[in-house]
Nanobody
């Protein structure tokens, strides 16, 4: 059974950094694609970064491009999201998930096996 557990969220001031982790069990993170998503209160879940490990391809939402970096440690079966230059608008619950298809790489509808999420709060 696939299980994903996110960690690393917290509260930071604008301009700060956080690194989120997504530990995978029952699934080999290097085998296909995984992504990071976020959802703020009252808003739809949005894709922010996806990595297809075997193809060596990554996708980023425009809102995080140049500030966030998605990476994987295959030995630890863990996905990471390094977040720099954080802004108050980055405040949200952050989730990781497994890609079910290579189509629409930032669409939540292309992903499954969601983790429980980790909260990121950025203050001005």
């Amino acid at each position: 059974q696939v299980q994903l557990v996110e960690s690393g969220g917290g509260s930071v001031q604008a301009g700060g950094s956080l690194r989120l982790s997504c530990a995978a069990s029952g699934y080999t993170s290097s085998s296909a694609g995984m992504g990071w998503f976020r959802q703020a209160p009252g808003k739809e879940r949005e894709g922010i970064a996806t990595k297809y490990q075997l193809a060596g391809i990554t996708y980023y939402a425009d809102s995080v491009k140049g500030r966030f970096t998605i990476s994987q440690d295959n030995a630890k079966n863990t996905l990471y999201l390094q977040m720099n230059s954080l802004k108050p608008e980055d405040t949200a619950m952050y989730y990781c998930a497994v890609a079910l298809t290579t189509r629409a790489p930032l669409s939540p509808h292309s992903f499954g096996y969601w983790g429980q999420g980790t909260q990121v709060t950025v203050s001005a």
